[in-house]
């Protein structure tokens, strides 16, 4: 099953993105914590529609395993890229006084 060390790693990594880019302090955490929370959300979703890690059908084809998790996959997916685009659009908004 995709594991939740998993969103401790995106917080590590984008942070340290983050600094290395010398990002705003403030910019630096909304993306931190936009990652974390759409990684978290699709973790969820991928979970609660039944999907499992990839590793449980192993020697199983391609085929199969698209079979058995594909709709769970992209379903995380899709919920995944609508809430990032939904928060960072809502950001700007804020941040053009656009509300």
Known sequence: MPHWY????????????QIATKNR??????????????LA??????????GDSFITMQGEGIAKV???FGLA??????????????IVSAAIAVLDGST
Do not use: E, M, P
């Not at 998993?6 to 993105?17: F, Q």
């Open 6 to 17: 998993s969103v401790i790693a995106i917080v590590v990594v984008t942070g340290l993105t």
């Open 73 to 86: 996959a992209v379903i995380a997916y899709a919920v995944s890229f609508f809430l990032n685009t939904l």
């Open 25 to 38: 302090f403030d910019r630096g955490l909304f993306n931190v914590a936009q990652h974390a929370l759409t």
């Open 41 to 50: 959300i699709a973790i969820l979703v991928y979970l609660k529609l039944g």
């Open 66 to 68: 698209t079979n058995t």
